[in-house]
């Protein structure tokens, strides 16, 4: 933390101009707070000057708050790191002060602002955990532990990335760990000016690889927007000085068209009687970069967006009915994100209104509570283990096995603990870590029991299948999606409802394949670790020979008493049909297998032989096409038939013999059966099969479709007759 301080005064990312910069108080003076610093601690009746922004800061949030753990924090902090000093010359205790401060401004209460003012002593100076736990307790000891950097003597080059795991495992028990990081971050990056360029390089990529998709997933948009803002002038300077270019020139425009549509907003609401904020949300250097590149040449309201801040939800959306009324509303920009809230605590409702000169604004109405949330995300949302008298124990909140309970944690980061626990080395979690953060939208599907799953957008059945079931979802054999049999590969979409079809047989195993459709990180390491402890050399025998994976299903042909048909020739064994022309051959038709007592028609063929067709089958549309002559076929006294069905079903082992047995549990003979290989875990299996008598038909049909895995049966229909 404190090798990346430097120079403010050299701040690669400069402050937009005045008339666009964010409103809020003025940033930490440090030269005078390292003059202050360098007077030493004060009485106990009175607060060190140093920290009174800090106390003038916390208490704009919390009037009651207890100041006297932050002057003991001061106090340690100033004292623990006196004599050493930043890049830049300041004494170092300005880098905790300003770290805090940031805090404060957010409103984070008094336990993680005495954490902040102590999150380097452990790591930079002689001051230990148990001594942080003894004058601070249990609750400052765990934040503190938790953005303490490993030392690189031990682990080398994995330091940060296991220093960054140690963070999240400790941020899945306290989000206020990171809350610490994400503003210690911050001031680092505000300060990055005169490190060398390749270290500012990759500092900022790290920033905007990691702590920018954390700031984003916890809802802090005050540090992730200012983060973005200082990655982006360093990665992309002359895109970052182009859009300074585009700031200042609005600025210096005679006329404001968003500053015109805000004043129209206000008389709107102020007929209606709603009272509302109306306020002007200047762009950041980065959102306005995304506009200029979607829509080319921007227009004045591009600028910014309009923020209507009420008390009460019922408001805002009494606020949007007049506007969508009163002004001309761009419905295609409409959002709701109060009853349904992004996963990162953001509500609001997102509108656009347009004037006759084109020009449109977009509008952001939201409560006040709800603002504070879009800015401070869970840094606002104070102490998540503050419980009641009697079921505070030793300071801290925790379950029957000792973990702390954290209402806060969110769904996404639960998923992440997980699967960190089963990355086996430091490489592998750093880049998972990169690209499952990089996965920035996420979606919600819904279990038949009306139970929901959050996963990242594109994610797969496979990756609900892991979600879901753990490891347990080896033995998924094939999903529903909104009721409908669906392949595993099957991409979700947000609201879909998900039941994930598990397989019997304690055998079953996940596919290689599914490698290729597994979007999280739990699923593919899963799979992966499964793959690696169950290798199978038949098919590395056949990938070497063949130069690709082996078929795991082979056609299989057994060997019966009776030689395979043909497609086209089948014979009717058994089934009399009853032609009138006495003389021919009759033969029931391959493509569409016609039984007792299905609607038959027949057409003449070479030899003399008549072919008999079910009335719907596709060949007798093309024969009647070809001027074919129909010839009256029907159903003679008959018992024994043959007829072809098409199982479909999901690969799993054993598939191939429950399938045999349950045809012959009905007391039918297979003539012929052939098994497809699979694709996308779907497997086809035709069987021929000799049937007692024709009624028999749907219980044989029933039958099959109860083995688990199979998810259709019907009669076969030749494909190369239905092309036509």
Known sequence: MSAEATNPAVSPAPAPPPAHRRKGRPRIDLRRLGRAALLGP????????????????HRA??????????????????????????????????????????????????????????????EDTDVTLDQVREEFGEEVCFIVDGVTKLEKVDYGAAAEPETFRKMLVATGNDVR???????DRLHNMRTLGVMRPEKQERIAKVTRDVLIPLAERLGVQALKTELEDLVFAILHPEEYAHTRELIADNAAQDTDPLAEIADEVRGVLREAGIQAEVLIRPRHFVSLHRVSRKRGRLRGTDFGRILVLVGEDADCYAVLGELHTCLTPVVSEFKDFIAVPKFNL?????????????????????????????????VALGNPYATSAEEQTDGRRTDGEGERIDPTRPGWLSRLLDWQEAAPDADMFWSTLREDLAQDREITVFRPDGGTL??????SCVDAAYAQYGEDAHACIGARVNGRLATLSTVLKDGDTVQLLMGQDPASEPSREWLEHAHTPAARIAIQRWLATHPSPAADAQDERDGGPKDETPTLRPALDEPAAEPDTVGAAGAVVVADRPEATVRLAGCCTPVPPDEVTGFAVRGGVVTVHRVECAAV????????????????????FRVTLVAESFQRPHLLADLTEAIALEGVDIVTATVEPPTQQRVRHTYTLQLPDAAHLPA?????????????????????????
């Open 61 to 122: 949030h919390h009037p009651d708050a207890d100041l006297e753990p932050l002057r003991r924090a001061y106090v340690l902090a100033e004292s623990s790191h006196r004599g050493q000093m930043r890049k830049s010359g300041e004494p170092y205790i300005t880098h905790p002060l300003a770290v805090t401060l940031i805090l404060a401004e957010l409103g984070a209460e008094t336990t993680t602002l005495t954490a902040s003012l102590l999150h380097d002593t452990v």
């Open 346 to 378: 953001y509500q609001s409702l997102h509108t656009a209104v347009a004037r006759g000169d084109g020009q449109v604004a977009e509008v952001l109405i939201r409560t006040h509570r709800m603002h504070k949330a879009a800015e401070a995300g869970v």
């Open 42 to 57: 004060t009485t106990r009746d009175r607060l060190p000057d140093a920290i009174s922004h800090v106390a003038e800061a």
């Open 177 to 183: 760990v990171m809350s610490i990081k994400l503003a």
């Open 621 to 640: 549309t093309r024969m009647k096409g070809l001027g074919r002559p129909e010839i009256d076929v029907r159903w003679g006294d008959t018992t024994e």
């Open 700 to 724: 044989l049909m029933r039958a099959m479709r109860n083995v688990p895995g199979v998810y259709d049966v019907g009669r076969a229909q030749h494909q190369t007759v239905a092309a036509h």
């Open 454 to 459: 959050g996963l990242p957008e594109g994610a």
